[in-house]
């Protein structure tokens, strides 16, 4: 069975971190781009981040450029988001999306997991 599963989420302060993870079962994560999304409450789903399948290019949204970071373990089947220097603005359900085209698909990743909330505050 195809899976995405989402992990890592919780409470925390601003300027703190979180480590994300999107762990995949049922295919192999390494032959798909990989995007992270976040959607708080009452607001559209926003794009965060993705790893691309060539040779690990990643991009960023500019509101978590220089605070964010996509990553790639092949062995374990997974992607991770590191957040750092979190703020106000970032919390909202996090869930990761998987293509086996690009990062920037016409029509939506292939699949796409359920989410792991993040909550920032002080």
């Known amino acids: 069975q195809v899976q995405l599963a989402e992990s890592g989420g919780g409470l925390a302060q601003p300027g703190d971190s979180l480590r994300l993870s999107c762990a995949a079962s049922?295919?192999?994560?390494?032959?798909?781009?990989v995007g992270w999304f976040r959607q708080a409450p009452g607001k559209e789903r926003e794009w965060v981040s993705c790893?691309?399948?060539?040779?690990?290019?990643?991009y960023s949204a500019d509101s978590v450029k220089g605070r964010f970071t996509i990553s790639r373990d092949n062995g374990k089947n997974a992607v991770y988001l590191q957040m750092n220097n979190l703020k106000p603005e970032d919390p909202g359900l996090y869930f990761c999306?998987?293509?086996?085209?690009?990062?920037?698909?016409?029509?939506?990743?292939?699949?796409y997991g359920k989410g792991t909330t993040v909550t920032v505050s002080s």
């Open positions: 999306g998987a293509d086996a085209g690009s990062c920037f698909p016409d029509y939506g990743m292939d699949y």
């Open positions: 049922g295919f192999t994560l390494a032959r798909y781009a």
């Open positions: 790893i691309a399948i060539t040779e690990g290019t990643t």
